[in-house]
């Protein structure tokens, strides 16, 4: 432990203006489970994609009941010691962008301006007939107005604000409508299988190329959407570090892989910055 925030604070000492790109694994310490174990396989089947969420009335239906399970776990979860890491470079002006594979706002929450939500946030709705944003926590007050007797009984959370609930019948569950047009209501972030805004995707890449390197903090990088940015920072020759838990996808190309604990290794690594500041 104590030679990962060292080797954090001898990057961020050398590397004055890093980007940053977080995953899951920041938000685990908030009481969010992750998608994928050590070795970065799915530790459940993987989420429903975004065609299937479109088109089956049934997954959609099966998707909201649990939703409505898990959303109050997600909806009161709180910045942990990593958020507010991270906020603290930001604040140092040792960060030029925040860019986050996560979609629970805790990075805002914990102080961090400015950030790239790349998957987008599951706090709004969108309709995908009108294009009308919405807020999800009104939404949780429709779903249980339209489903009162809903009672699956205990259900343990899964990542972005599912619950484990299998061998349920959802054919009964109602999913309201959009309010104005009768459309179908989505949560406003990237599903599995879809495409990442472009203007999202724009924003990173020039955060990237005004940085002198990139620190991924808790993520495996398995998916491409995030993993690109990685490779994008190895063409440029500029210094990859990454900071999580386990396998990743970056493993061969990272030039510093810390496979350590992401709240304590940061909140280390500050200290060891505040020492060195102040001898």
């Not at 309010?179 to 955060?207: H, I, M, S, Y």
């Not at 620190?215 to 990685?230: D, E, K, N, P, Q």
Request: hydrophobic content about 45%; some cysteine; overall charge neutral.
């Amino acid at each position: 432990m104590t030679d990962a925030a060292s080797a954090l604070a001898a990057l961020l000492e050398r590397t004055p203006k890093l980007m940053l790109l977080t995953g899951a694994g920041v938000s685990t310490g908030s009481g969010i489970p992750d998608y994928r174990d050590a070795d970065g396989a799915w530790k459940r089947r993987p989420p429903i994609t975004g065609q299937i969420f479109r088109s089956d009335p049934l997954q959609r239906a099966r998707y909201w009941a649990r939703s409505l399970i898990g959303w109050p776990l997600l909806a009161t979860a709180q910045p942990n010691a990593a958020h507010r890491a991270l906020a603290a470079l930001q604040a140092q002006g040792r960060v030029t962008r925040l860019v986050t594979q996560n979609v629970d706002g805790l990075h805002q929450a914990a102080g961090s301006p400015d950030v790239i939500d790349l998957h987008g946030r599951l706090d709004v709705l969108t309709c995908l007939a009108c294009g009308d944003r919405s807020p999800r926590h009104a939404f949780q007050q429709r779903l249980l107005a339209h489903n009162p007797d809903w009672a699956p009984g205990s259900a343990a959370p899964l990542p972005d604000g599912d619950a484990d609930l299998e061998n349920v019948d959802f054919s009964a569950f109602v999913v309201p409508p959009c309010t104005l047009c009768g459309g179908l209501l989505k949560p406003d972030v990237v599903f599995f299988g879809e495409n990442v805004p472009r203007n999202r995707v724009d924003a990173a890449f020039a955060a990237l190329h005004a940085a002198d390197g990139l620190l991924v903090v808790g993520s495996s990088l398995m998916v491409y959407s995030g993993y690109r940015f990685a490779v994008a920072a190895r063409e440029r020759a500029l210094p990859l570090a990454v900071l999580t838990r386990g396998r990743t996808r970056a493993d061969e190309i990272a030039t510093l892989k810390l496979d350590a604990p992401c709240a304590e290794t940061l909140v280390g690594a500050l200290d060891r910055l505040g020492e060195a500041a102040a001898a």
